[in-house]
């Protein structure tokens, strides 16, 4: 069970602060990065002792996507001239495939 003592960590025992925080409150680990540099997997343990003083590990396998934007099949409306109580319901165009 995770407490105050675990840890997250990369393999090689650098932190993961940058992608992967534990939060202690809730026994929950919260994923989230901005760096490019790092999509793809990313390998990480959460390493803890037992009551009996034995190491305890989970390798977790962090999987980073790219963010970008959908490529929609025709342009989006980004702009509108409405008067005070217009009502202007608008559905976004299709998104291609990849």
């Not at 069970?1 to 675990?6: A, L, V, Y």
């Not at 960590?9 to 540099?37: H, L």
């Amino acid at each position: 069970m995770m407490d105050s003592n675990s840890q997250i960590m990369y393999f090689d025992g650098s932190s993961t602060a940058e992608i992967a925080t534990y939060n202690q409150s809730d026994y929950s680990i919260y994923v989230y990065t901005e760096d490019e540099n790092k999509v793809g997997n990313q390998k990480v343990i959460v390493r803890d002792c037992d009551s009996l003083n034995r190491l305890l590990e989970l390798n977790l396998y962090i999987s980073i996507l790219e963010n970008s934007h959908p490529d929609f099949v025709s342009e989006v409306q980004t702009a509108w001239v409405m008067n005070v109580g217009d009502v202007v319901t608008y559905q976004l165009p299709q998104v291609q495939n990849p």
